[in-house]
T-cell receptor, first 114, second 115 residues
Framework: AQSVTQLGSHVSVSEGALVLLRCNYS??????LFWYVQYPNQGLQLLLK??????LVKGINGFEAEFKKSETSFHLTKPSAHMSDAAEYFC????????????FGTGTRLTIIP | GAGVSQSPSNKVTEKGKDVELRCDPI?????LYWYRQSLGQGLEFLIY????????KSGLPSDRFSAERTGGSVSTLTIQRTQQEDSAVYLC?????????????FGNGTRLTVT
């Protein structure tokens, strides 16, 4: 069965600093990978997704993620944190074959320090 | 356009009572999901409907949980004989289903509190 592991349930960075949120997946075949974000008092929304092709994926609000098969990772980064980036971030995986059921990680709450 | 709508937004119930949670997906979306979000637990998959196919019920935690989707649109998640551990936010999401792995559109959830 596929799964994702998010290292660090809470991450704090200073405004303007690099944001790095870690996600590792477990799957026998490279799956589809996603990052979703949940801003305070809002529903989840898609940040970016990797299906096939280019391994560096760009998303909304300046975020990007790189699929690394050798490391089974899909870490999320943003060069310079903004106060509005404070939210909970979820990594998710969907199988390459079969139905499209998304399996989510436990989430990382990002806090931005002014 | 209208997004995924869930009702009620909050529900407080006594232990042992039955509850029904409703989800109105985006019109035309063939795929519908239910997830449960508990503090520190992330999003737990419950059930997945895709068109007229048999639903994937592999995430339902016990036989007290059931869900149906009538006419390929509205879905109802029913929890019978609620327990305190059922307290969580129940999220519904839909997607077009036609494009492989299209993004999920989430509702704002129903916060269930079992006292």
């Amino acid at each position: 069965a596929q799964s994702v592991t998010q290292l660090g349930s809470h991450v704090s960075v200073s405004e303007g600093a690099l944001v790095l949120l870690r996600c590792n997946y477990s799957s026998s075949v490279p799956p589809y990978l996603f990052w979703y974000v949940q801003y305070p008092n809002q529903g989840l929304q898609l940040l970016l997704k990797y299906t096939t092709g280019a391994t560096l994926v760009k998303g909304i609000n300046g975020f990007e993620a790189e699929f690394k098969k050798s490391e089974t990772s899909f870490h999320l980064t943003k060069p310079s944190a903004h106060m509005s980036d404070a939210a909970e971030y979820f990594c998710a995986v969907s199988p390459f074959f079969g139905n499209e059921k998304l399996t989510f990680g436990t989430g990382t709450r990002l806090t931005i320090i002014p | 356009g209208a997004g995924v709508s869930q009702s009620p937004s909050n529900k407080v119930t006594e232990k042992g009572k039955d509850v029904e949670l409703r989800c109105d997906p985006i019109s035309g979306h063939t795929a519908l999901y239910w997830y449960r979000q508990s503090l520190g637990q992330g999003l737990e998959f419950l059930i997945y409907f895709q068109g007229n196919s048999a639903p994937d019920k592999s995430g339902l935690p016990s036989d007290r949980f059931s869900a149906e989707r009538t006419g390929g649109s509205v879905s109802t998640l029913t929890i019978q004989r609620t327990q305190q551990e059922d307290s969580a936010v129940y999220l519904c999401a839909s997607s077009p289903g036609g494009e492989t792995h299209s993004p999920l559109h989430f509702g704002n959830g129903t916060r269930l509190t079992v006292t």
